[in-house]
């Protein structure tokens, strides 16, 4: 198994780093989507179940009793997708063929190359294609057992089989909303874990199958021109530039995928195995942030607030999520049945983001672009806040005097609604208000197809 040799090959390198770095950049905030958790809180490296039920803010002036959670939640940390993995065989190619081109021992400049040729091995193979390893069990178990002991009441043992738990078909996510279940079931000591939920990609996938988004963005080139004038603009220039110097090799032999996937592989290796890998070195804070900037240019202009089509396409899990919420806050007569008590929804960073900006979140004056780089450091929309690693994004109904409240966390973090910013769980009925435009419409087949929902196929498609 590569598990036993590499383990042991890393573990080499991570003592002979430590002898002759003096210190490591600390570049992990900068990765973007491939974010561990733990950098949104640190705390968690310490303690990966400890809570803050600070957290929890319906107006203490009124007694409020927390009576619905929705959680949609990112998938947890995974393996590469073969795509990636593909540059990154690239990319240990290059530094092989260089590596034995130039002697070893010459010391300057190919020192690093040598270094990495020598202490990192490519232990990638393209099955395993963005499954999810086991740290991202991990992640799903913790959060599960973090959010249990946040609402006791509402993840209780007794409400088992009304917790609802829907999936999107990929593995990475089925094994997620797994591990979240072996999660809950672990507090509750049960013996044998028993798993139930439902795949549901119309809810969790919706992007693939709204035409207006796959035509107008995902398979436009226009779209994302932002991210083709970053990706070959002066700040990456300086970037391959600088990573080629550190290698000993001619720039013109990097391309921006393969210091992309250099990048990555920092990210991955620490991700995944928890290390600083050779690879980390090749970059500084500097660097970091402008291939951030780089991620969070395709994320904005592909999943976010770049076109209002990739928005509008998140309609269904929209309408999804009030439609749970209006049935959790109705006033019951004793003869109806029991709402649901929770509702796990689990998918991917492409199903969060086009969710958060349809709601109108991260929504800066000025949009980032390939020539605003300067300007945006203090840009909200930051995917390695926004959407590491099993990010999740909760939806907390209480039960209070003055009537049913809404409170919005993003990875356990309270977060206000747009135009609600007075407090942190207004009224329900004033979310329902503000957002009255999309209860009424957001329609999907009108959005993504262009024609009126209801009407049945229009012939002229
Ligand atoms: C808990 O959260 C509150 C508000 O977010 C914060 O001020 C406080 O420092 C946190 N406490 C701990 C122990 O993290
Ligand atoms: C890998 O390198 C080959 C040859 O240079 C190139 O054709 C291919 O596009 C590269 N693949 C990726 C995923 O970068
Ligand atoms: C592609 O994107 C551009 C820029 O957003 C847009 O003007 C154009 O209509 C799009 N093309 C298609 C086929 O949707």
Redesign the pocket.
């Known amino acids: 198994m590569f598990s036993v040799r590499n383990s042991l090959g890393l573990v080499l390198v991570l003592t002979r780093l430590s002898c002759t770095s003096v210190s490591v950049p600390d570049i992990a905030v900068y990765f973007g989507t491939k974010s561990r958790y733990e950098e949104v809180h640190p705390n968690l490296l310490r303690d990966p179940t400890s809570i803050n039920s600070s957290i929890l803010r319906p107006p203490p002036s009124e007694r409020c009793t927390p009576v619905h959670l929705t959680a949609v939640i990112r998938h947890g940390t995974r393996y590469p997708t073969t795509k990636n993995i593909r540059r990154i065989r690239n990319l240990s190619q290059l530094v092989r063929t260089e590596s034995s081109r130039t002697s070893a021992g010459s010391g300057g400049s190919a020192g690093r190359l040598h270094e990495i040729q020598n202490s990192w091995d490519m232990w990638y193979t393209d099955e395993m294609d963005g499954q999810l390893v086991m740290k991202g069990r991990e992640d799903l178990r913790r959060l599960a057992k973090r959010l249990l002991a946040l609402f006791p009441s509402l993840l209780s043992e007794e409400n088992q089989r009304r917790i609802s738990l829907r999936s999107s078909s990929k593995h990475r996510c089925i094994s997620s909303v797994e591990a979240f279940q072996e999660g809950l079931q672990e507090v509750w000591n049960h013996r044998e874990v028993q798993y139930r939920h439902e795949v549901d990609d119309e809810l969790m996938r919706f992007f693939e199958r709204c035409r207006g988004f796959v035509?107008?963005?995902e398979n436009?080139r226009?779209?994302l021109?932002e991210v083709e004038k970053f990706k070959h603009g002066e700040e990456m220039e300086r970037v391959r530039r600088r990573m080629a110097e550190k290698l000993g090799l001619p720039h013109q032999r990097l391309t921006p995928e393969l210091v992309e996937a250099a990048f990555f592989l920092c990210s991955y290796e620490l991700a995944i195995k928890s290390v600083h890998s050779p690879w980390c070195f090749l970059f500084d804070e500097s660097d970091a942030k402008v291939l951030e900037y780089k991620s969070d240019l395709k994320q904005y202009w592909k999943r976010s607030h770049g076109?209002v089509i990739s928005s509008l396409s998140s309609c269904p899990l929209f309408h999804h999520i009030f439609r749970t919420l209006d049935k959790a806050g109705r006033p019951r007569r004793s003869t109806d049945a029991v709402p649901e008590p929770a509702s796990i929804l689990v998918g991917h960073a492409e199903t969060i983001l086009p969710l958060l900006s349809l709601l109108g979140l991260y929504k800066d004056q000025t949009p980032p672009t390939a020539s605003n780089y300067r300007s945006q450091h203090g840009r909200s929309f930051r995917t390695s806040r926004i959407v590491p690693y099993a990010a999740n994004v909760l939806f907390v109904l209480y039960d209070c005097q003055r009537g049913p409240r809404l409170q919005l966390l993003i990875n356990e973090t309270p977060v206000r609604f747009p135009g609600l910013e007075k407090e942190d769980a207004p009224l329900y009925r004033d979310v329902r208000l503000t957002y009255r435009h999309l209860l009424d419409g957001c329609d999907f087949e009108r959005e993504c197809e262009g024609r009126s929902g209801g009407r049945g196929p229009n012939i002229e498609l």
Do not use: C, F, W
């Open positions: 035509e107008g963005v436009n226009t779209a021109l076109h």
